[in-house]
């Protein structure tokens, strides 16, 4: 299927006219939401069915250009495996934005999701610009057809056979009350993907950063171009080794 996202924002993997302004962005969520794709749609334009999970976390870049101000994405995907939940404040400590990840086809991803949203809300950065999106636009009965749904009586209607679980509806209420961005995506048919980038490129109250300060980099990481340590970083066996090349300073 073709995709109907619209470009709405300038990526870029090679250097910029103007000195980039680093916003350290970390990705949570239950594990097989899709994370690790919508990261990879997003930096390298590519998506891979059946993924290998991400063990401890991977670190990524992108920049783009929103209302002519260079950004430069520090993006740390994390696992979403439960054994890994205690290493996340490393990542989203210091973090300027958050993208918070659930399968609109499992409705306990969503209840993961709002848990992540009540932790950053009360650990992390009280400006911290949080993105609920609901991943896996695709498997619904069809990508188009579930953005014609049937209004019945003023109320929307899924197609009898869907595979959703968690209602467009539901899930925009529960953002705006949290106060949440909020999107619908596919990360297989770059859906909406560069429009959570873009959304929070605005978002971020950028005049409180000095561009190019590298404040924001996490342990010295400052990686330029599309990607860096796909594979992942496997803090469990950092911390075993004591090693401290490679580990988080955030």
């Not at 239950?30 to 976390?57: L, M």
């Not at 939940?85 to 300027?96: E, F, G, I, K, W």
């Not at 498997?139 to 109320?155: A, F, K, N, P």
Request: contains cysteine; hydrophobic residues 35%; glycine residues 6%.
């Amino acid at each position: 299927m073709a995709s109907n996202s619209t470009p709405d924002i300038q990526t870029h993997s090679s250097t910029s006219e103007s000195k980039p302004i680093n916003v350290k962005l970390v990705l949570l969520g239950e594990s097989a939401v899709g994370k690790s794709s919508i990261v990879q749609r997003f930096v390298n334009k590519e998506y891979t069915e059946n993924r290998e999970p991400t063990i401890g976390a991977a670190f990524l870049t992108q920049k783009c250009t929103v209302k002519e101000r260079t950004i430069k994405f520090e993006i740390w995907d994390t696992a979403g495996q439960e054994r890994f939940h205690s290493l996340a404040p490393m990542y989203y400590r210091n973090a300027q934005a958050a993208i918070v990840v659930y399968d609109i086809t499992k409705a306990t991803t969503l209840e993961k999701a709002k848990s992540w949203i009540k932790e950053l809300q009360r650990q992390a950065n009280t400006d911290i610009v949080i993105a609920l999106v609901g991943n896996k636009l695709d498997l619904c009965e069809d990508l188009e057809e579930s953005e014609r749904q049937v209004s019945v009586d003023g109320e929307s209607q899924m197609p009898a056979d869907s595979a959703r679980q968690v209602s467009t509806e539901d899930a925009r209420a529960y953002a705006v009350e949290a106060g949440l961005l909020f999107f619908e995506a596919s990360a297989k048919y770059s859906k909406n993907v560069d429009g959570v980038f873009n959304d929070i490129a605005e978002k971020i109250p950028l005049e409180t950063y000095s561009a190019g300060n590298g404040r924001n980099t996490v342990g010295g990481r400052n990686t330029a171009g599309g990607r860096s340590n796909l594979s992942g970083i496997d803090l469990m066996q950092q911390q075993a080794s004591g090693s401290s090349s490679g580990t988080c300073a955030c």
